[in-house]
């Protein structure tokens, strides 16, 4: 018994050991190895992104809360959407917007819409809109009669400062209807 006792204590301390190294190893190899770190630097950053986006959905931007907003990474194949359900069906005069994640210094931060669509179930064309790089609000008359529901898509936005994210932050639609 002490025999296998001590050859356990042995083999506990080798297999310690190999994981010690294994870990020095990958820790030493991203200090050392370029190609290492651009790689582990990138999924940290494409992980983090993934987070924001996640965290800042597009129901962000039509909460009637100008303090959070919409986060859309603008890279897959698709535009960024968002689906808007006014709950019942109403006639439609404007679209204000307010675009980039906040109206202070780091405005320029994310990148901010500035080409948008409205596609409205039932219509062949969607409306277009053109959006300034401007904190303050902005109206947009959009007529449409007898609306449930629409999709918004992000076509184009303003790039973001040199030092600043590939996300398109939108902080809030606010929707005017007439009778």
Same mark, same amino acid.
Request: cysteine-free.
């Given at each position: ?82 689906? =808007?359900?006014?709950?019942? @069906?109403?006639? &439609?005069?404007?679209?204000? $917007? %307010?675009?980039?994640?906040?109206? *202070? +210094? ?37 007529? =449409?009669?007898?609306?449930? @529901?629409?999709? &918004?898509?992000?076509?184009? $936005? %303003?790039?973001?400062?040199?030092? *600043? +994210? ?14």
């Amino acid at each position: 018994m002490g025999r296998s006792s001590s050859r356990s204590g042995v083999l506990r301390r080798v297999l310690l050991l190999l994981v010690v190294l294994v870990l020095v190893g990958a820790v030493a190899s991203y200090f050392v190895v370029p190609e290492v770190r651009e790689r582990v630097d990138s999924a940290v950053t494409d992980a983090r992104r993934m987070f924001e986006t996640w965290s800042n959905p597009g129901s962000r931007a039509l909460d009637k809360d100008i303090v959070t907003y919409w986060l859309a990474d603008p890279s897959g194949d698709t535009s960024p959407t968002v689906s =808007v359900n006014f709950g019942e @069906t109403i006639n &439609l005069e404007t679209a204000t $917007f %307010h675009i980039g994640a906040n109206t *202070g +210094e780091d405005f320029r931060h994310y990148r901010r819409p500035r080409t948008v669509e409205f596609r409205v179930p039932g219509s062949t064309a969607p409306i277009r809109l053109v959006l300034r790089d401007d904190p303050a609000a902005q109206e947009h008359p959009i007529e =449409v009669d007898a609306v449930r @529901t629409m999709e &918004l898509r992000i076509i184009d $936005f %303003h790039a973001s400062d040199a030092d *600043g +994210e590939p996300l398109v932050a939108l902080r809030e639609i606010e929707f005017t209807s007439r009778p």
